[in-house]
C-alpha cells in the first residue's frame, strides 16, 4: 500500500500539469525513508530512559545520558526531516498498538520536535502544512466515530509536530469480505488522497508556503 501511494504521488509531483512527463522509479525522486517501530533496535522509552533524555538535553556529559538520547535524537531528526508522513497500523482494541506508542514517546517531545515556550505559547510546531497519511487496517468494520481513536489520536499528536494536513485510508473488513476487494477500495481511497495531498502541497509552494 505505502509503494502504492508513493509512486501515486511522485508520478504527480514530477509531471505537473504535464502528463508527458514520467517518472517510473519513485526512488530516483522522493527519499523514502523507513522506520520500523517493531524494530529490535527501538529504543525503549521507559523511565530511566526519560530520565537520562533530559539530563542529555540539559547540559549532561554523562555518557550513559548521551547513549540514552542519542537514537531518540536520531528517529525525532528523521521524522523532522519528513515532507510528509505515512504511518501504517493495525487497530487494536479501538487504539494503536503499543509498540507504535512508544514510537510516539520517543519522538514528540518539546524543545525537541515542536516549541516548549515561546512568545505564542506551549506546544507550537516548528512548522506547519506538512500532510500525514493514516493508513489503518482492521478485520471488521470501522467503529463509529465516538468509539474510534486511531486516527483522532495520530493526527492530534502528529499535528503538534506540525504535520497537520491529515488523511487516512482505512483497510476494514479483511475478515468479513473478499480481501482483494478491501484492498482495492483502499488503493482508490490512497489514489484520490495523493491527488489531493498533491494539489495542496502545489498551493502551498504557490504561496510561498512552507
Excluded at 504535464?18 to 522509552?45: H, Q, R, T, Y
Excluded at 521507559?46 to 547540559?59: I, L
Aim: hydrophobic share 40%; glycine share 4%.
Amino acid at each position: 500500500m505505502i509503494d502504492h501511494l508513493t509512486h501515486h504521488y511522485h508520478r504527480h509531483i514530477c509531471s505537473g500539469d504535464d502528463p508527458a512527463v514520467v517518472v517510473d522509479k519513485p526512488e530516483d525522486v522522493l527519499n523514502i525513508e523507513e522506520c520500523d517501530v517493531w524494530s529490535s533496535g527501538m529504543p525503549k522509552f521507559d523511565r530511566e530512559t526519560m530520565t537520562r533524555v533530559w539530563k542529555a538535553r540539559h547540559g549532561s556529559e554523562d555518557e550513559a545520558d548521551l547513549e540514552a538520547f542519542r537514537p531518540i535524537k536520531e528517529l525525532a531528526e528523521q521524522m523532522l526531516r519528513a515532507d510528509f508522513l505515512v504511518i501504517t497500523s493495525p487497530v487494536w482494541n479501538f487504539s494503536v498498538p503499543y509498540a507504535l506508542k512508544q514510537y510516539i514517546d520517543c519522538v514528540v517531545q518539546a524543545g525537541l520536535t515542536f516549541h516548549d515556550k515561546d512568545e505564542e505559547g506551549p506546544s507550537r510546531p516548528y512548522f506547519k502544512g506538512r500532510p500525514l497519511i493514516v493508513i489503518s487496517s482492521s478485520g471488521g468494520k470501522a467503529p463509529p466515530a465516538h468509539e474510534d481513536y486511531v486516527f483522532p489520536f495520530l493526527s492530534r499528536i502528529f499535528a503538534m509536530c506540525g504535520f497537520d494536513d491529515a488523511h487516512r485510508v482505512a483497510i476494514e473488513g479483511l475478515a468479513m469480505y473478499d480481501k482483494e476487494q478491501c484492498f482495492q477500495n483502499a488503493v482508490n481511497e490512497a489514489n484520490s488522497i495523493a491527488d489531493q495531498v498533491v494539489q495542496n502541497h502545489k498551493l502551498r509552494l504557490d504561496m510561498n508556503y512552507v
